[in-house]
């Protein structure tokens, strides 16, 4: 669900200044292009639709390259305990 409505979005481009116009139509048309049908996945769309999320994620602004680093515990491995677990 949307954060902001049509009406509040028109209330903010009345206050725009007359030189500020360009850069807010500039803006929508980049946001309006970036998420053209043909460019968003099928699983973003049945999400979005299921109510699952509110908004696409922006591929152009994904959090890439986050290091991993594994939890080191004591004892033996979680995957020896589990399997002894087992039986």
Known sequence: MATATRGELRLLVEQLA??????????????A???DDQ????YHRRLLEAG???????????RRGRPFTPI????????????EDRG
Not at 52 to 62: L, T
Request: no cysteine; net charge negative; glycine share 2%.
């Open 39 to 42: 460019d968003i996945p099928e």
């Open 33 to 35: 292009k970036r998420y």
């Open 18 to 31: 007359d030189e500020e116009l360009d850069a807010a139509r500039d803006a929508l048309q980049r946001l």
């Open 52 to 62: 699952v999320i509110d908004r696409i994620p922006d591929p152009h602004n994904a």
């Open 72 to 83: 080191r515990i004591k004892g033996k491995p979680v995957s020896e305990t589990i399997i």
